[in-house]
């Protein structure tokens, strides 16, 4: 399977603390890219990575993807209780097919 | 208002019988995807469409057929639902219009479906 794995499964933390997940994958990418889902609802995009960059940013939002290791990491700073969902990694293989492979995600809960 | 659709929220039905997930965008987007969403799986893709009238099989293909007569609908139909067939089922669409591989895939909020 191509598909990355996220860590930990399950993150519980307070409001205004960071959170930190992590991505590990397999093979060699065009991207990373990090979702997040809601209970009951669709994925929403977040942010995406190229393979030639190492970190990237957007609003309280820190990527970081090191390619030597397979690995990405994925900051949310400052933390609110809106954050709490389930985040998901992505990535698009060097294969040339127009596919993203789905990690089985990362549980955040932030408690008020 | 713009943005991609998925048809029922809801279904239950019973082992054997036909039934057809129904998905729509209206962004024009290029690129179409089913994924089925299970616990501990994550999201896995069943079939994918590049264009109205080219698909292309994913990870899990068996026992789903897919079509795309128009660029804007991408149904997803199972001939014969079967128990592991149960799970949550996302469309997703993408703009790769543009060569690169650099885009989001946007989603549905989902089918549930259940099969007795």
């Known amino acids: 399977s191509q598909q990355g794995e996220e860590d930990p499964q399950a993150l519980s933390i307070q409001e205004g603390e960071n959170a930190t997940m992590n991505c590990s994958y397999k093979?060699?990418?065009?991207?990373l890219q990090w979702y997040r889902q809601n209970s009951g609802r669709g994925l929403v995009h977040l942010i995406l990575i190229r393979s030639n960059e190492r970190e990237k940013h957007s609003g309280r939002l820190r990527v970081t993807l090191d390619t030597s290791k397979k690995s990405s990491s994925l900051l949310i700073t400052a933390s609110r209780a809106a954050d709490t969902a389930s985040y998901f990694c992505a990535t698009s293989p060097q294969t040339g097919a127009n596919n993203l492979f789905f990690g089985t995600g990362t549980r955040l809960t932030v408690i008020p | 208002d713009a943005g991609i659709t998925q048809s029922p929220r809801y279904k239950i039905t019973e082992t054997g019988r036909q039934v057809t997930l129904m998905c729509h965008q209206t962004w024009s987007h290029s690129y179409m995807f089913w994924y089925r969403q299970d616990l501990g799986h994550g999201l896995r893709l069943i079939y994918y469409?590049?264009?109205?009238?080219?698909?292309d099989k994913g990870e899990v293909p068996d026992g789903y057929v897919v079509s795309r007569s128009k660029t804007e609908n991408f149904p997803l139909t199972l001939e014969s639902a079967t128990r592991s067939q149960t799970s949550v089922y996302f469309c997703a669409s993408s703009d790769y219009s543009s060569g690169t591989f650099h885009q989001p895939q946007h989603f549905g909020d989902g089918t549930r479906l259940s099969i007795l």
């Open positions: 469409s590049a264009a109205a009238d080219i698909t």
């Open positions: 093979t060699s990418i065009n991207n």
